[in-house]
């Protein structure tokens, strides 16, 4: 994988940022300082995805994916995290 970017700005719990090629998960402050277990599960869990493939979790901020970020693959991520997590900030950014 190659150097990650700066972070977009974090609107959200969870965000999302397209790439050439692919696409960032990029996850709050909050979120990677009070639920470290929970990114490695996420993370665990986009493997398993249809469509995501050479899955890179730089740190605990960000993960990066190749392949296409789909509205329903959005969804569901924020879903997971909203399973997860109560008080999440679940805006999805429009697309």
Known sequence: MEDVPAPPPLLHDVNFEDRPGG??????DRITE?????????????????GVV????????????????TNQLEQDIVAWWVEKVTDLDQGLLAR
């Open 23 to 28: 696409y960032e998960v990029w996850l709050s």
């Open 34 to 50: 009070d639920h470290p277990c929970l990114v490695d599960q996420c993370a665990e869990r986009l493997e398993g995805e249809v």
């Open 54 to 69: 050479n899955l890179g979790q730089v740190d605990h901020k960000c993960l990066l994916a190749d392949g296409v970020l």
